[in-house]
């Protein structure tokens, strides 16, 4: 069957230091992988978009990498804040078929503590 | 910046009635999903919608299930028969490209007494 997995439920990091959170999926073959931020009570906020063919995007203190041979997402928030504190969700669109639905991890809560 | 409204922000409604549940996209965006979260679980897809008609639906979408773009503005998801089940919070999204980011709205909460 088909699983994206988010590396732990939550994760508590220092402010100032830098937040890894990890993204594995099988029996899949994404054409684009997604990262979101969720906090509570609200929607999904969308952070960065990664292609299939690219290695790395970065924007402001985010970084994702995507390695389609590990079948795996990194998403890094560097010099973590409080305010960084939300649900990450990674988020996969399906290469074989026309839509582009998306289809999602369980998410990592994580908790900057300052 | 343009957003995506849900309205309302929380429904009640006894089982077996039928709820609406309204949406407003970003403005020039051609493509519309529902979502939905059950309470502590993952966000699942429900349906896609393009050019005025289901792209792509899953299995969680039945017959029970409808969707409708009455006019220029409103993306609604419809419910017959609601079951108890269907208590969670129901996202609606819409991109500009296919394979383009999501823009979601804040969500309405279901609750079936």
């Known amino acids: 069957s088909q699983k994206i997995e988010q590396n732990s439920e939550a994760l508590n990091i220092q402010e100032g230091k830098t937040a890894t959170l990890t993204c594995n999926y099988t029996n899949y073959s994404p054409a684009y992988l997604q990262w979101y931020r969720q906090d509570p009570g609200r929607g999904p906020v969308f952070l960065l978009l990664i292609r299939e063919n690219e290695k790395e995007k970065r924007k402001e203190r985010l970084k994702v990498t995507f390695d389609t041979t590990l079948k795996q997402s990194l998403f890094h928030i560097t010099a973590s804040q409080p305010a960084d504190s939300a649900t990450y969700l990674c988020a996969l669109t399906r290469a074989q078929t026309g839509a582009n639905n998306l289809f999602f991890g369980t998410g990592t809560r994580l908790t900057v503590i300052p | 910046e343009p957003e995506v409204t849900q309205t309302p922000s929380h429904q009640v409604t006894q089982m077996g009635q039928e709820v609406i549940l309204r949406c407003v996209p970003i403005?020039?965006?051609?493509?519309f999903y529902w979502y939905r979260q059950i309470l502590g679980q993952k966000v699942e897809f429900l349906v896609s919608?393009?050019?005025?008609?289901?792209?792509?639906k899953s299995e969680i979408f039945d017959d029970q299930f409808s969707v409708e773009r009455p006019d220029g503005s409103n993306f609604t998801l419809k419910i017959r028969s609601t079951k108890l089940e269907d208590s969670a919070m129901y996202f609606c999204a819409s991109s500009d490209l296919r394979n383009q980011p999501q823009h979601f709205g804040d969500g309405t909460r279901l609750s079936i007494l």
């Open positions: 919608f393009y050019n005025n008609e289901i792209s792509e």
């Open positions: 403005s020039n965006h051609l493509y």
